[in-house]
């Protein structure tokens, strides 16, 4: 008897979350199901099927040219972040050194100008260096702007980790890169997992530094697919533009779900931090 | 506070006499640091530089830099029909967006604060938009709110919203909300966990205790969860603050500024003047200083803030770390 009353008691609870969790769901899901079924001014007008995608694989420069350019964009910026953040990190956790308190606030500093209000230069600035136009440009930039999350986490991940292991290898006759390559890496290896996610998404999914850095050729995949939208006389492909979504956000969120310790513990790290 | 209360470094603490030894590992210090300290030069302390450089000189998109100019940009920006309608709208978009989240977070987070299963898929729902890319996020509504293939245009039509099957960002006002709903959608997760980590850090003897003096729910939501959930609100409201005073994708893919210019962001002022309208750097950048300079005065302001409530809460934090 208790147990029916808790469980009426109960529903209006799983009601409300449950049609939560549907409105949280539906626009993915829909965006999926409607790429593949029939729509009028798309590729994919009688039945289900992959018209849709196969315009995208055929626009302008191929969906293989902008897949391309965002896996060069994407890996830049997450090895540098990863290299840069964990030479860092360690440091900044292990050692003493003139400017290390100056260099670590500047590193922070990131954080109080966005990469909204620096564009500008930034564009200015790539050509002079010779990074026009430039993929690897647009990577570095993104990598920079990772930096202050990934070397404040780098830096605890090291500081956590206990001084006996680092002592024991070094009296082993490592030398501190040693003791870094073979010993400490694995200790931080869940710090470098959630940097590396963080740095993946955030790269893979820039639209607003790929604009302003990059164009034609080079455009990673988020840009071509919001100029596909009035690719043909101002006429909007629905159709296209969902399994355009679809082919960003699938590797998103496979991630998701398979690291998603490491993300949530990203957000933790970055919540206590205050 | 990780940053404070990290321990001084033992194996730094070589003795004095050995200067060598001591020089040779600052110098391995720095050639571990090196790398960060290019990137930050290079990337982010030059452009800081050019950007002031640029906002005081005559620099036409394709024409180069033809000298300084000063104050001419800032003039020009301040007097551009467009400026204080752009301050203006990201004010008020910035004010809507985060009321909405930071509640929204706060109330999610109540939701799923408990450990069970069904709260663990919840969680795991409640977070899934934040993967997405915000233009991936920002094309998916664009689908939704069309009126030809997207379910939201004659939705609004049969609840009477709407008159017959438009676009809901036809209309200024339709299309503050329309782009809102898509931050909400997309944001409202993030900010849940945020809250969840303060929420899941207040101690539950100080509940425990305000029970047993037979306080009530009102009571003690008052006056226990929101003091101790303060920094946490405070973290979570600076961040929404700064992402809303910046925004720039949501609308550039939604509404393109329009309809009619009514939701031009400044930061979309920035690309307008840059690119479209006057092909002017140097007045976009006289504009990015603008907004550089407001963020961090806004930022300082809201940190100052947050380090006021940070200390009434570090002794509830500090049992919950020995609890750890």
Redo the contacts between chains.
């Keep these: 008897m208790t147990r029916v009353v808790r469980g009426l008691t109960r529903t209006p609870?799983?009601v409300?979350?449950g049609g939560?969790?549907v409105?949280?769901?539906y626009?993915?899901l829909?965006?999926a199901i409607?790429s593949v079924s029939p729509?009028?001014?798309s590729a994919q007008v009688h039945g289900f099927g992959f018209g849709n995608y196969e315009t995208v694989v055929h626009y302008q420069a191929g969906l293989w040219t902008y897949l391309g350019n965002s896996l060069v964009i994407t890996g830049t910026a997450v090895v540098?972040t990863l290299?840069?953040?964990t030479?860092?990190g360690?440091?900044?956790?292990?050692?003493?050194?003139?400017?290390?308190d100056a260099?670590f606030l500047?590193?922070l500093a990131?954080l109080?100008?966005?990469y909204?209000?620096?564009?500008?230069?930034?564009?200015?600035?790539l050509k002079t260096?010779g990074l026009n136009n430039s993929l690897v440009g647009v990577g570095?930039?993104l990598?920079?702007f990772q930096?202050p999350f990934a070397?404040f986490m780098m830096?605890?991940s090291f500081?956590a980790v206990p001084?006996e292991l680092e002592e024991a290898a070094l009296v082993d006759g490592c030398g501190?890169f040693g003791a870094l390559h073979r010993v400490l890496l694995h200790a931080v290896k869940p710090g470098l997992i959630t940097v590396g996610l963080f740095a993946f998404?955030a790269a893979?999914?820039?639209?607003?530094v790929p604009?302003?850095l990059v164009g034609g050729e080079n455009q990673p995949l988020?840009?071509a697919?919001?100029n596909m939208?009035q690719q043909v006389m101002g006429v909007?492909d629905?159709?296209a533009?969902?399994a355009?979504?679809v082919i960003?956000?699938v590797p998103?969120?496979v991630?998701?779900?398979v690291l998603?310790r490491h993300?949530?513990n990203g957000?933790?790290s970055?919540?206590?931090?205050? | 506070?990780?940053?404070t209360s990290?321990?001084?470094?033992?194996?730094?603490a070589a003795p004095p006499t050995h200067r060598g030894a001591r020089s040779r590992?600052?110098l391995?210090?720095?050639a571990?640091?090196?790398?960060?300290?290019a990137?930050?030069l290079?990337?982010?302390?030059?452009?800081?530089g050019?950007?002031v450089v640029?906002s005081g000189s005559d620099?036409p998109l394709l024409a180069g830099n033809r000298g300084v100019n000063l104050p001419d940009n800032y003039a020009d920006v301040v007097d551009h029909r467009l400026f204080w309608p752009a301050i203006w709208f990201t004010l008020k978009y910035t004010v809507v967006a985060t009321v909405l989240l930071i509640g929204l977070g706060l109330g999610?987070a109540f939701?799923?604060q408990e450990a069970s299963r069904?709260r663990a898929?919840?969680r795991?729902?409640?977070?899934?938009?934040t993967?997405?890319?915000?233009?991936?996020a920002s094309?998916?509504?664009?689908?939704?709110y069309?009126p030809?293939?997207g379910?939201i245009a004659p939705l609004l039509d049969r609840l009477g919203v709407t008159d017959g099957v438009v676009s809901p960002l036809g209309t200024p006002t339709g299309a503050l909300w329309s782009t809102v709903i898509l931050i909400v959608?997309r944001f409202a997760?993030?900010y849940m966990?945020?809250l969840l980590?303060?929420l899941q850090?207040i101690p539950g003897d100080v509940y425990e205790a305000a029970r047993i003096d037979g306080a009530s729910k009102g009571q003690i939501f008052r006056g226990i969860t929101l003091p101790l959930l303060r920094?946490?609100l405070?973290?979570s409201t600076i961040m929404c603050v700064?992402g809303s005073l910046?925004a720039?994708?949501q609308f550039?893919?939604l509404t393109k500024g329009g309809p009619d210019s009514s939701t031009m962001t400044v930061?979309q002022l920035?690309?307008n003047l840059?690119f479209e309208s006057k092909r002017n750097?140097g007045m976009?950048?006289a504009l990015?200083?603008i907004?550089?300079v407001a963020?961090?005065v806004i930022?300082a302001a809201q940190l100052r803030a947050?380090r006021g409530t940070?200390s009434d809460t570090r002794a509830a934090r500090g049992t919950r770390a020995v609890a750890r």
């Design positions: 609870f799983h409300l979350t939560l969790a409105i949280f769901l626009p993915i829909w965006t409607s729509q009028p001014g540098v290299l840069a953040s030479f860092g360690y440091a900044f956790a292990r050692f003493t050194f003139p400017g290390k260099l500047l590193t990131i109080m100008v966005p909204a209000t620096l564009l500008i230069p930034l564009m200015t600035w260096i570095l930039v990598a920079v930096l070397t830096r605890i500081e001084r501190s998404l893979w999914n820039d639209f607003m604009l302003f988020p840009l697919m919001v939208r909007i629905y159709g533009t969902q355009g979504v960003l956000t998103c969120v991630l998701f779900l998603q993300y949530v957000f933790m970055g919540a206590l931090k205050g | 506070m990780t940053l990290s321990p001084p470094a033992r194996t730094a590992r600052n391995r210090a720095w571990y640091a090196s790398p960060t300290a990137l930050v290079v990337f982010f302390v030059v452009p800081v050019l950007v640029m620099w999610l939701l799923v069904w898929f919840l795991t729902t409640f977070l899934l938009p993967a997405l890319g915000l233009a991936s094309l998916l509504f664009y689908a939704m069309s030809q293939v379910p959608w997760g993030f966990l945020l980590v303060g850090s920094p946490s405070a973290l700064t910046l720039f994708d550039y893919i930061v920035v690309y840059a750097l976009a950048a990015s200083v907004v550089l963020l961090v930022n947050l940070d």
